[in-house]
């Protein structure tokens, strides 16, 4: 059997480490010297038996001279390759072609190979970081509130401590009361640093309860896969499920709608119903006389989906959030104007589809599918409520896509025509290709 997965660049690579020449190991493996240089240059196959001379000479594993088990690094090479050209001038047919040579990088310099691969695992770990910690610092009440109290108590101080050094005359019983405001102003600022490092010192403790009431919703989800099971015929029912876990009294009331929901939703749209209708939430709405916003609730909670889903006010603001990876959520508001989740509140009643690309590595594509409903629960002089859903499936689907983000202060599109702030990551990240400005009807 020949070997041909650029064993001769390797072997290449490991004679000139041994500092050998290669008349001496063509010589000592039983081949000519000519033969060697086809084979170094990957210009001959290599038959499983000069493979084992070679091996043998060059005093290593023939495994180690095919690059068995490389198959990932390649991998990672390549995606490595098209995250760092996705977006370049330039890019293209050349940039097709240098991804395609990830084998041969591979197999000449191993080393630098295997460093590439090591840094775009911790370029896309950072980018990660960024992502939840401008969603935490962004949108965490907690955090905001102390930081807000740390800096009014010094704005405090120092006004009082102003008054105090540049005026001479003050009245003896002002001067009691300025020091008397200073050495409380000097408590809360000292309580309110302890405070802020002691919630910056227990993230750990801190993220798994949830920074708000919907995130510990969330996580009580998550923990659950996403589906409750109690629910479904013979699970147990309401009852069931133990509500103990979420530490405020918000996060219950919220837990305790959301479970009288899926109840619902369990009850009018049976598991049968969701397997047979194809993922497509009209349909089984229209099969089960729901609407379509239970369809899509029912769709990306049953057992074992991978389809993530992000519910909306008619603000905008983000109300539950399934995700999925690869597709970054904010936690609250916020997120990218172009979502076709934000279109559809304009179109109730109408479905908006499109495929979208996020940026990062190899440009991970979703198929989007959003829906808008217009209830009136005070009746038919009442004000409109608008919610809005969109499903996010993981697909390969080729063809033009929609560019979005995750929200403008960590997405590195600089030419979004949707972008309200500039971009943290504007600087060390490709901005992949122009963002189009209408959602896309292709699916």
């Not at 219950?252 to 993922?279: F, H, I, K, S, T």
Request: net charge negative.
């Amino acid at each position: 059997m020949a070997v041909t997965v650029l064993a001769g660049a390797r072997v290449r690579e490991r004679r000139l480490a041994l500092g050998l020449r290669q008349a001496d190991v063509a010589r000592s493996v039983g081949i000519s010297g000519s033969y060697l240089n086809l084979i170094e240059h990957d210009r001959r196959r290599i038959g499983a038996e000069v493979l084992d001379r070679l091996a043998a000479v060059l005093e290593v594993s023939a495994a180690a001279l095919t690059g068995t088990g490389d198959a990932a690094l390649v991998e990672e090479l390549r995606a490595a390759a098209v995250a760092a050209g996705s977006g370049a001038a330039g890019s293209g047919a050349a940039g097709a072609a240098e991804v395609d040579r990830a084998a041969e990088m591979l197999g000449r310099f191993p080393g630098w190979a295997a460093m590439i691969a090591g840094q775009a695992r911790k370029v896309a770990q950072l980018e990660r970081a960024v992502e939840v910690l401008n969603d935490r610092i962004g949108h965490d009440p907690h955090l905001s509130q102390a930081l807000h109290e740390v800096l009014s108590s010094a704005s405090s101080v120092r006004s009082t401590a102003a008054i105090l050094a540049e005026t001479e005359d003050i009245d003896a019983t002002w001067r009691a009361r300025f020091h008397a405001n200073l050495h409380q102003d000097s408590e809360r600022l000292v309580a309110g640093t302890e405070a802020l490092v002691a919630y910056l010192d227990s993230v750990e403790a801190v993220e798994a309860q949830g920074v708000d009431p919907l995130a510990e919703v969330e996580g009580w989800l998550a923990g659950m896969g996403w589906h409750l099971a109690a629910l479904e015929p013979g699970g147990g029912g309401v009852a069931a499920l133990d509500l103990s876990g979420l530490a405020s009294g918000a996060a219950r009331v919220l837990a305790r709608d959301w479970v009288a929901q899926a109840a619902a939703d369990a009850n009018a749209m049976p598991m049968a119903a969701v397997e047979g209708c194809g993922g497509d939430p009209v349909l089984l709405a229209q099969d089960c006389g729901v609407g379509v916003l239970a369809a899509m609730r029912r769709l990306a909670l049953r057992p074992g989906s991978d389809v993530g889903f992000v519910l909306c006010d008619g603000a905008g603001a983000i109300l539950l959030r399934k995700p999925v990876p690869g597709f970054a959520m904010p936690r609250a508001g916020a997120a990218c104007a172009l979502w076709p989740l934000f279109a559809a509140l304009s179109r109730p009643g109408t479905p908006v589809t499109a495929l979208g690309e996020m940026p990062g590595p190899g440009l991970r594509r979703f198929g989007l599918r959003a829906w808008c409903e217009a209830t009136y629960p005070a009746g038919f002089g009442g004000p409109e409520v608008r919610r809005a859903g969109m499903l996010i499936a993981p697909v390969a689907e080729p063809g033009e896509a929609l560019a979005l983000g995750g929200t403008c202060r960590i997405c590195p599109r600089s030419t979004c025509p949707a972008r309200r702030e500039p971009s943290i990551l504007s600087d060390i990240a490709p901005a992949g290709p122009p963002a189009r400005s209408e959602v896309s009807t292709r699916f």
